[in-house]
């Protein structure tokens, strides 16, 4: 919710800022080109007090629109009227006035017109030069400073937006040390509780016989061992959010890590009548930390054990594929309902949580899995083995520099 509430937020603030930009881009090309056209009506203005330039159009108007003179026509006084004239009313009212670009009656031709009232003559004198191209450059809207807003607008638009990633980002990794730590503290309270209860037992109760003694230290020393794997995993994960930071780089072999697991476990597989199959390469050389790939393979063999109830057989396959390894572990136990599959690599989750206790699972096991994959360039999914049973494929990059 505070999530949706944030991008809800900061796109909010995008569109405002756009609307901001936007409309200051178009009052800023506004009086840019008003500031023009009143530098061309300033210079026509000169010519109005003082002609000096014999080309420009010269008008002399009466105060009531009659033309008394015109420099381009031979016969003023049969011309129109020019009153309702826009640069004639603004110049009676405010002195001057000017009309950006009009088409002439008389000549046919588009005039840029200024005109200067003088009062004490009674007269209205107008400049009029036609819309050449000149003039027409001269007018012309300057739209740079419009880019540069849209430019500076889009440089803060993605500032922002990284910004708001990595803070989101760094809330997201606070979040989910937050989570591990509540999670973690229920986890640790059940085995803490029972060891707690056992040796309070034996405390209080001095005449119990030695065998039934022994029964409750062997109890208290499987929790404990509980607890310890909790802590392991635990660190394995702080390790991984910080791996980026500090992450060796050496050369190791991922086939020979899957075999010396193999031999490490072969006699528990053996206990739970799992028969191991290995069909990798010789040789996997890649760069990268030996002990967390040792713990993502050690996880998945160690997640098969606990969880793969009822199978005959675990199968690992790898290729290698350009920069890439594939490694597929199926095993064709009880498997996992496809609608659960994409959340067996979440932090604690288990399906059956009091049968994960009771096996011993901490249910970080493939959450681990999953955040080493990550760390290679890689990811981890699962699905149903034909026949019943679960797959898990990581896939992971060898040559990271």
């Known amino acids: 919710m505070k999530k949706r509430i944030a991008n809800h937020l900061f796109i909010a603030v995008i569109i405002l800022a756009s609307i901001l930009t936007l409309c200051i881009g178009i009052y800023e090309n506004q009086r840019e080109h008003a500031f023009r056209c009143d530098i061309l009506h300033y210079k026509l203005q000169l010519n109005n007090y003082n002609r000096n330039d014999t080309t420009i159009r010269l008008t002399v108007i009466s105060t009531d629109g009659k033309v008394l003179y015109d420099s381009k026509q031979n016969n003023a006084v049969g011309m129109e009227n020019h009153l309702q004239r826009k640069e004639v009313q603004e110049a009676l009212q405010k002195g001057s006035g000017y009309d950006i670009k009009r088409t002439s009656y008389t000549k046919g031709e588009e005039y840029f017109y200024s005109a200067t009232y003088f009062p004490d003559s009674g007269i209205i004198v107008r400049s009029a030069v036609p819309y050449s191209v000149p003039i027409t450059e001269s007018l012309e809207k300057d739209y740079t400073f419009l880019y540069y807003t849209i430019g500076i607008f889009l440089l803060l638009a993605i500032v922002l937006y990284f910004r708001h990633r990595l803070s989101h980002s760094e809330k997201e990794k606070q979040r989910i040390k937050q989570q591990l730590t509540e999670n973690a503290a229920h986890e640790l309270k059940t085995p803490a509780a029972t060891i707690e209860g056992y040796l309070e037992t034996i405390v209080n109760n001095p005449?119990?016989?030695?065998?039934?003694?022994?029964?409750?230290?062997?109890?208290?020393?499987?929790?404990?061992?509980?607890?310890?794997?909790?802590?392991?995993?635990?660190?394995?994960?702080?390790?991984?959010?910080?791996?980026?930071?500090?992450?060796?780089?050496?050369?190791?072999?991922?086939?020979?890590?899957?075999?010396?697991?193999?031999?490490?476990?072969?006699?528990?597989?053996?206990?739970?009548?799992?028969?191991?199959?290995?069909?990798?390469?010789?040789?996997?050389?890649?760069?990268?930390?030996?002990?967390?790939?040792?713990?993502?393979?050690?996880?998945?063999?160690?997640?098969?054990?606990?969880?793969?109830?009822?199978?005959?057989?675990?199968?690992?396959?790898?290729?290698?594929?350009?920069?890439?390894?594939?490694?597929?572990?199926?095993?064709?136990?009880?498997?996992?309902?496809?609608?659960?599959?994409?959340?067996?690599?979440?932090?604690?989750?288990?399906?059956?949580?009091?049968?994960?206790?009771?096996?011993?699972?901490?249910?970080?096991?493939?959450?681990?899995?999953?955040?080493?994959?990550?760390?290679?360039?890689?990811?981890?999914?699962?699905?149903?083995?034909?026949?019943?049973?679960?797959?898990?494929?990581?896939?992971?990059?060898?040559?990271?520099?």
């Open 207 to 401: 005449d119990l016989t030695d065998e039934k003694r022994n029964e409750f230290l062997e109890r208290c020393y499987s929790q404990s061992r509980r607890m310890s794997q909790l802590l392991t995993d635990m660190s394995t994960l702080t390790r991984l959010d910080e791996a980026h930071l500090s992450r060796p780089n050496t050369e190791i072999d991922a086939a020979d890590i899957i075999r010396q697991i193999e031999g490490e476990m072969a006699s528990l597989f053996m206990e739970k009548e799992i028969a191991l199959h290995i069909d990798i390469p010789d040789n996997m050389p890649m760069l990268g930390d030996y002990s967390l790939i040792f713990s993502l393979f050690h996880n998945i063999f160690s997640n098969t054990l606990v969880h793969a109830i009822g199978a005959t057989h675990f199968q690992i396959h790898a290729k290698a594929n350009g920069d890439r390894y594939t490694f597929t572990f199926s095993d064709n136990g009880v498997g996992v309902n496809p609608e659960y599959q994409s959340c067996i690599f979440e932090r604690f989750y288990r399906i059956d949580k009091s049968r994960s206790r009771r096996l011993g699972g901490t249910g970080l096991g493939l959450a681990i899995v999953k955040n080493i994959a990550m760390q290679y360039g890689g990811n981890s999914t699962a699905h149903t083995t034909l026949g019943g049973g679960l797959t898990i494929v990581i896939d992971i990059q060898h040559s990271l520099s």
